[in-house]
């Protein structure tokens, strides 16, 4: 059975997506924001070293030139870029946690592949204690998986492809 690690536990037990709702729908087309489902800001010792966008791989993929089309993902990038750290976006698959990781930085490209790199969850949390500059031990390797996504990833919606603009939202 692998070795759980203690974290802090979830403070909240809740996600309040009122204020979310209220910001896309009142606040005026103007007030742009974007809601962070699941961004970590990955640190060693509160030295921030990178920004990652995690999700479940059956989410949709971002189009071939997200980075230039999503103002989402320029967003992310240009505040890691702030923070001379890379931005990326991680689809994971459970349950080995298997990843595809779409560099969403030019630092980030220094580290992964365009338009994106397969890599298993050993391989890859590797890479994040590299990105601190620390080892990863044997002991924590031996909990992680060495499968890496499967080959036969279903197609899904791409984001950031380009819409019509709504009347609305044009200047």
Not at 57 to 66: G, K, L, M, Q, T
Not at 70 to 81: I, L, V, W
Not at 129 to 151: C, D, F, G
Request: glycine content about 4%; hydrophobic content about 35%; some cysteine.
């Amino acid at each position: 059975m692998p070795q759980m690690f203690r974290s802090m536990p979830e403070r909240t037990g809740w996600r309040d997506e009122e204020i979310s709702k209220r910001h896309r729908n009142f606040w005026g087309p103007g007030c742009h924001a974007i809601d962070l489902d699941f961004i970590m800001i990955e640190h060693h010792f509160g030295k921030v070293v990178a920004l990652i966008d995690y999700k479940h791989h059956h989410a949709a993929r971002p189009c071939e030139n997200f980075r230039e089309e999503n103002k989402n993902f320029k967003a992310c990038a240009s505040m890691a870029d702030k923070s001379e750290v890379p931005f990326m976006i991680v689809y994971y698959w459970p349950p080995t946690y298997a990843v595809r990781v779409y560099p969403g930085n030019t630092i980030a490209d220094s580290y992964f592949r365009a338009p994106y790199q397969d890599l298993c969850e050993r391989d890859f949390v590797s890479g994040l204690h590299q990105l601190r500059e620390i080892v990863l031990t044997e002991r924590i390797a031996a909990n992680l998986h060495t499968e890496l996504p499967p080959s036969d990833v279903v197609k899904v919606p791409r984001i950031g492809t380009a819409r019509p603009v709504p009347e609305w939202r044009q200047p």
